[in-house]
Structures are given as structure tokens and as C-alpha cells.
């Protein structure tokens, strides 16, 4: 299954500079958030295939959420025998902002997805907005992750964990992939490409 993973800036590659070609195979889209509801919509539409998104702390799906597209917010989402967790928004770091959240509101909003957790035997995929606790994220609080985040993957190890929020261009220290104990975590700013079988 080919998979394209998107976040918090369009891609001008994808779509000032459309090609039909460059979408062909895709199989599913995940958007981390921070995009606007318009480039989703476009991506749907031109593909036919599901998108599945989680909120950003940017974007505003509350007031004009994208067309056509599944927002899998404390949800899973089962696709072609993919089990997708989503989990949307950042660490608060202003008072009354939406889909920020402080590490104890992030923890309640996973305790309460325990149930379906285990009637789904786990999940495959973690999407989320946010990256977690000392893996991708950095030191300012608007750019921490989430510990709550590092305890779901350590007792689900799923095989994927896709993140947002911290931008590749925020320097070196920024890295695209990285691996923690059975799981592949993927920073998909812009866009990200990945065959997997299912």
C-alpha cells in the first residue's frame, strides 16, 4: 500500500505544479494537521482515495473543515486491515488557544481511548499532530512533545508513528526518520512517501 503522509506546509510540488502522475498509486493520505482545508480537499479529489487528518494548532477544520476528507480525532480508523490512531494538536503554550493541550489533558484524552484500544487489539499507525517527548521535538514549549505520546508507543509498538508541527527547516538538528524500539517515526512535514504491506 503506497501512503502519503502530509503536514503543516502545502507542497507546491503537489500542487501549484500538479502533475496527475505524481499522485498515481497512492492508496491513502494522512495529514498530521497545520494545512489548509482547501489543499486537502484538492488532494481527495484528485486522487479519489481516503484522507484521514488530525488537527493541527493552526488550522481552523472547526469553522470550515476539508471536503471529503475523515478528521479521525481520538478515534481509530481501520483501513484495508490498518489500524490508524489519531490524536490531533500541540502542547498549550497560550491560555483558551484550540487543540493545544497540556501533557495531563493529552493523557486523559488517551485514557479514555483505552477501551477501544484493546477492542481493536492495538493500532498500527500513531497520527498525530505533535511529536513526542525526546523524539523529534524541541526544548521551546510550543515545540515539546508529549510523554503520553512515548507510553503508547513503548506498550503498543505500533509500526508507525507520523508527526508534525516541527518544521524540517528549523535546522540541522531536525531529522525526517528515526527509530524507536520496533517503531519507524517520521516527521512529515511537507510531504512523505512510504510503501508498506499490509
Known amino acids: 500500500m503506497k501512503i502519503l503522509v502530509i503536514s503543516d506546509e502545502p507542497s507546491r510540488w503537489l500542487w501549484d505544479f500538479y502533475e496527475k502522475e505524481k499522485l498515481e498509486g497512492v492508496d491513502l493520505i ?45 478515534d481509530i480508523y481501520e483501513y484495508k486491515g490498518l489500524r490508524i490512531l489519531g490524536l490531533g494538536g500541540s502542547m498549550r503554550y497560550k491560555p483558551g488557544a484550540s487543540n493545544q493541550y497540556t501533557e495531563t489533558e493529552m493523557s486523559t484524552r488517551v485514557r479514555k481511548l483505552k477501551r477501544l484500544i484493546q477492542k481493536k487489539k492495538g493500532f498500527d499507525i500513531l497520527l498525530t499532530h505533535a511529536p513526542a517527548k525526546g523524539l523529534g521535538d524541541l526544548e521551546d514549549l510550543p515545540h515539546n512533545g508529549f510523554a503520553t505520546f512515548v507510553e503508547l508507543i513503548e506498550k503498543y509498538q505500533p509500526r508507525f508513528f507520523f508527526h508534525g508541527h516541527v518544521h524540517m527547516n528549523y535546522g540541522r538538528d531536525v531529522k525526517r526518520e528515526k527509530t524507536y524500539g520496533t517503531t519507524v517515526i517520521v516527521n512529515a512535514f511537507e510531504k512523505y512517501e512510504l510503501d508498506i504491506e499490509v
Open 30 to 74: 494522512l495529514s498530521c494537521g497545520d494545512l489548509p482545508a482547501s489543499y486537502l480537499s484538492f488532494l481527495v479529489t484528485m486522487t479519489n482515495v481516503p484522507l484521514l487528518y488530525v488537527n493541527g494548532n493552526h488550522d481552523h477544520y472547526d469553522r470550515k473543515a476539508p471536503e471529503g476528507c475523515i478528521c479521525i480525532e481520538d
